[in-house]
């Protein structure tokens, strides 16, 4: 066992269950989001353990960290596995919808090790909003995926840039892939590694996001952040390509 494996073994026997505010659903649906949790999690922690990961541009998150510097990880809605399984216990704070399925997704980041913020561009966004700037100002690593809660799929949002703009925050495009894999038929095409897998996990380069944006500026530094994570995410699909050969 590497010594990143050990520590996150060890955070996730000793890291206290999440703190989140669970939406007002149904008994059913609680009932079916708790069960959906534990079965997610336990998964991901089974599987994971089982993945031989190539990891590129740790650097990056690494040097943010030491140098406290307040960042938004930004993953694709797809390539949430490999991440959520690599970054478990490190207390990072998630932004996650208030739909059932976005409840599914923070019971199963909760008892691995994560504190979500809940909220979206559809519901309950400006509190999540303000949420995730204080978290941020306080020093605090968080994680959106833009392109969610319902997509469309690869398209980035600007709600996350808003966001670090107001909290001085950088973006830190974040992306996997791996083989074999599984691909679910849903909106994001969801990727899950199969049991020993290949997975390259790619870090890359922050990006400062100004304190100002707006009308075309906005769209532009929009745009340029969109296609560094899908350059991210063909460089992560190319690795994998060469590993297969």
């Not at 400006?126 to 833009?146: Q, T, Y």
Request: proline fraction near 8%; aromatic fraction near 6%; hydrophobic fraction near 40%.
């Amino acid at each position: 066992m590497t010594r990143k494996e050990a520590s996150a073994e060890a955070r996730d026997s000793q890291s206290p269950p999440a703190r989140f505010r669970p939406p007002a659903l149904p008994l059913k649906g609680r009932i079916l989001a708790g069960a959906a949790g534990l079965l997610a999690s336990s998964l991901i922690r089974v599987l994971g353990r089982t993945w031989r990961c190539q990891v590129i541009g740790r650097e990056h998150y690494e040097r943010l960290i030491a140098d406290r510097t307040p960042f938004i990880i930004a993953v694709w809605h797809d390539n949430i596995m490999a991440p959520i399984f690599w970054h478990r216990g490190e207390g990072i704070k998630p932004m996650v919808s208030h739909h059932l399925d976005g409840e599914m997704i923070a019971r199963t980041l909760s008892r691995l090790g994560y504190r979500p913020i809940r909220g979206s561009s559809t519901r309950g966004g400006s509190e999540a909003f303000a949420e995730m700037v204080g978290e941020l100002s306080n020093g605090h690593p968080c994680s959106v995926m833009p392109d969610g809660p319902r997509g469309p799929r690869h398209v980035f949002k600007p709600g996350t840039i808003l966001i670090a703009g107001r909290a001085g925050a950088s973006l830190l495009p974040l992306t996997f892939d791996a083989a074999p894999k599984i691909v679910f038929n849903s909106w994001d095409r969801l990727k899950l590694p199969g049991p020993f897998a290949r997975v390259s996990l790619r870090y890359g380069v922050p990006i400062k996001v100004p304190a100002i944006l707006d009308g075309e500026e906005l769209d532009r530094f929009r745009e340029r952040v969109e296609a560094d994570l899908n350059a991210l995410d063909e460089a992560a699909e190319s690795d994998i390509r060469s590993i297969a050969r």
